[in-house]
């Protein structure tokens, strides 16, 4: 265990109990243990190490934002994070997460219609101010992380996609106004189901202010590489719809180009890790891997539709 994640263990452990004492909970449980994040669990309670740099400003307004959102985003215990080895710390209740081995049960109608509300929640309306939300600037950090990886036969498909996209996709201009409330990282694992039933999201490090077609651009990447089946896209796109969701037209018309770019953006952001991935365990790109990859290739050869935006 390294020494991040056993000091992390007994921080939430004394959240979940106040005392240092043993108790009856089940053993603790590693969630995640990577560089942008290590979370650990005991008993009801989740302790979150966020990336090392996270700015503990912007940290504090998303915590905020998701304590007053409590019916779209999992609250967390407490507002403020505490720092613990350079790293800074947040509490969470503990969640029932989306079943990887059943994708049939996905809650595509949940996760849309949450997403709708918290786009159309008026960024006046929040109590605290909110940076821009951090999606492009993944996409451009995963770029990144593939260059560094060394030479690969297959990114070059990825770096032609690449610049293909407008520059506030690649998170080198502002993003197109107006600005909405967006969680920035949208991915069935954003998802957890409370005690009472009731899906929420989570992971508020990429919070903010932005365009909110990049929230739908994931499922909308993996329908275009054939990775989600069209019916479950049809009921995440429905529910989206239905509950007056604002990134795509409502009246039924092609969503596509508002969620072209963003798709692209975030196509290209996961070949990019995929790539880089395969090159450091020395091993091809794997069957799901190499989609996006052709993806990538055939984007590259086709201009994005471009939704009329308007810019500062």
Request: hydrophobic share 45%; with cysteine.
């Amino acid at each position: 265990m390294t020494a991040l994640l056993s000091a992390l263990t007994v921080k939430v452990r004394h959240a979940a109990h106040r005392t240092p004492l043993a108790c009856a909970c089940a053993p603790d449980a590693v969630l995640a243990d990577r560089d942008d994040a290590t979370v650990v669990r005991h008993g009801d309670t989740v302790a979150k190490a966020h990336a090392p740099g996270t700015d503990p400003i912007e940290l504090t307004a998303r915590l905020k934002v998701a304590a007053a959102l409590s019916g779209i985003l999992l609250p967390p215990l407490g507002e403020t994070a505490v720092p613990l080895d350079g790293r800074l710390v947040t509490f969470w209740p503990a969640g029932t997460p989306v079943d990887r081995d059943d994708p049939d049960a996905a809650p595509w109608e949940a996760v849309a219609t949450l997403l709708a509300r918290l786009h159309a929640t008026p960024p006046a309306e929040l109590p605290h101010p909110l940076p821009d939300m951090r999606g492009p600037t993944k996409a451009a950090r995963a770029m990144t992380r593939m260059r560094d990886a060394g030479a690969h036969p297959a990114a070059a498909p990825v770096e032609r996609a690449w610049a293909t996209l407008p520059a506030w996709a690649r998170a080198e201009a502002p993003a197109p106004l107006p600005k909405l409330l967006c969680h920035g990282d949208l991915h069935l694992g954003q998802l957890v189901r409370t005690p009472e039933g009731r899906w929420l999201l989570i992971d508020v490090d990429d919070l903010g202010l932005g365009d909110p077609a990049w929230d739908l651009a994931r499922p909308a990447a993996w329908f275009a590489c054939g990775l989600l089946a069209p019916d479950e896209w049809t009921r995440f796109l429905t529910a989206y719809r239905a509950a007056r969701g604002p990134a795509v037209p409502a009246d039924g018309a092609d969503p596509w180009p508002a969620l072209d770019v963003p798709a692209r953006a975030l196509t290209a952001q996961t070949a990019a890790l995929a790539v880089a991935k395969s090159g450091r365990e020395n091993r091809p790109l794997d069957e799901i891997e190499q989609a996006v990859v052709d993806a990538c290739d055939r984007m590259a050869a086709l201009p994005p539709e471009l939704a009329p935006t308007t810019t500062k």
